[in-house]
């Protein structure tokens, strides 16, 4: 099973970017998938997770990032918008079968992890 997390970059404040995290090894059509980042000094932090259904995120990011999942092409993606200097981080992608509601959030409910992807955001 792996996750390969592309589309970092360097981008001014305001700008968008698009990250993917393409699945390969199995099918992740029910795999709850997320997104975390960590920026320098700082824990790594829960940004977003889309289940079948529904779609999760922290505060900071909402009305500014989309998740979303192409099944069929056994990828996740994460649309950041009016992107922000506090932004700037390493941006992982994560999946696990077995994700539940209480550990949605939580590093340890995710079973796989692929790199990251950097995003930079100049101000």
């Known amino acids: 099973v792996q996750l390969q997390a592309s589309g970092g970059g360097l981008v001014q404040a305001g700008g968008s970017l698009r990250l993917s995290c393409a699945a390969s090894?199995?099918?992740?059509?029910?795999?709850?998938m997320a997104w975390f980042r960590q920026a320098p000094g700082k824990e790594r932090e829960f940004v977003a997770a889309?289940?079948?259904?529904?779609?999760y995120y922290v505060d900071s990011v909402k009305g500014r990032f989309t998740i979303s999942r192409d099944t069929a092409k056994n990828t996740v993606y994460l649309q950041l918008n009016n992107l922000k200097p506090e932004d700037t981080a390493l941006y992982y992608c994560?999946?696990?079968?077995?994700?539940?509601?209480?550990?949605?959030?939580?590093?340890?409910?995710?079973?796989?992890w692929g790199q990251g992807t950097q995003v930079t955001v100049s101000s």
């Open positions: 994560a999946a696990d079968p077995g994700n539940i509601a209480s550990t949605r959030m939580m590093e340890y409910g995710y079973r796989y």
């Open positions: 090894g199995r099918t992740f059509g029910s795999y709850v």
């Open positions: 889309i289940s079948r259904s529904n779609t």
